[in-house]
């Protein structure tokens, strides 16, 4: 079974970084892409990447301020933030699919358990 571990979650104010992490115990699919999920939401997404680093792919909302990478020799991708948005606390997914460029959570078969951000002034 593969398995995604998030890591780097925890509390920042607006305007500081986060680096999270994605590792995963072998690479799986063509695309690794993270979502994120508020309180009685569903799963948002925020970006992909393929393995080879490209293409690359946000959503509008994080165009900037978020940068998506990927460490081929470490099977670990990695979702700098700079997060300018206060009072939010949200939930940070990685997860796998085998198509294309689709930002569809349906089409993404392998999850991890999520890590949390949490956004202050």
């Known amino acids: 079974q593969v398995q995604l571990v998030e890591s780097g979650g925890g509390a920042v104010q607006a305007g500081g970084s986060l680096r999270l992490s994605c590792a995963a115990s072998?690479?799986?699919?063509?695309?690794l892409g993270w979502f994120r999920q508020a309180p009685g939401k569903g799963r948002e997404f925020v970006a992909f990447?393929?393995?080879?680093?490209?293409?690359?792919h946000y959503t509008d909302s994080v165009k900037g301020r978020f940068t998506i990478s990927a460490d081929n020799a470490k099977n670990t991708v990695i979702l700098e933030m700079n997060n300018r948005e206060t009072g939010n606390t949200t939930v940070y997914y990685c997860?796998?699919?085998?198509?294309?460029?689709?930002?569809?959570?349906?089409?993404?078969?392998?999850w991890g358990q999520g890590t949390q951000v949490t956004v202050s002034s």
């Open positions: 997860a796998t699919t085998r198509r294309f460029w689709t930002t569809r959570a349906v089409d993404f078969s392998y």
């Open positions: 072998g690479r799986s699919g063509y695309m």
């Open positions: 990447i393929g393995w080879s680093g490209f293409p690359t």
